[in-house]
């Protein structure tokens, strides 16, 4: 059985900086895609960022280079840095992963979802 768990959500200024971290079992990262979702009170869920275990990558058009992923193949572990956060980034961060990148980009219904992590900008 496929377990997200997050961590590192929390309150920050705008302009601040977090990293959120999802730790996976049940799966290997390495041979799947994970990545971050988010969603806003009141709006519909939306990417932030996947990649697989090939190194390729996809960003939310909105992260305009704010955001980075990365993951820790030994720690079976993804990140998502997150600079220069703006009000408009609150919202409950999601880990998600899928068989593929593109499972994980347009499948949610075929992904394994974490528990999600509060992320809060104030201005």
């Known amino acids: 059985q496929v377990q997200l768990v997050e961590f590192g959500g929390g309150l920050v200024q705008a302009g601040g900086s977090l990293r959120l971290s999802c730790v996976a079992s049940?799966?290997?990262?390495?041979?799947?895609?994970m990545g971050w979702y988010r969603q806003a009170s009141g709006k519909q869920r939306e990417l932030v960022a996947g990649?697989?275990?090939?190194?390729?990558?996809k960003y939310g058009d909105y992260v305009n280079g704010r955001f980075t992923i990365s993951g820790d193949n030994g720690k079976n572990t993804i990140y998502l840095q997150m600079n220069s956060l703006k009000p408009e980034d609150t919202a409950v961060y999601y880990c998600?992963?899928?068989?593929?990148?593109?499972?994980?980009?347009?499948?949610?219904?075929?992904?394994?979802w974490g528990q999600g992590t509060q992320v809060t900008v104030s201005s």
């Open positions: 998600a992963a899928g068989a593929t990148l593109g499972i994980l980009l347009s499948r949610p219904d075929r992904c394994s």
């Open positions: 049940g799966i290997i990262f390495s041979d799947n895609a």
């Open positions: 990649m697989d275990g090939f190194g390729n990558s």
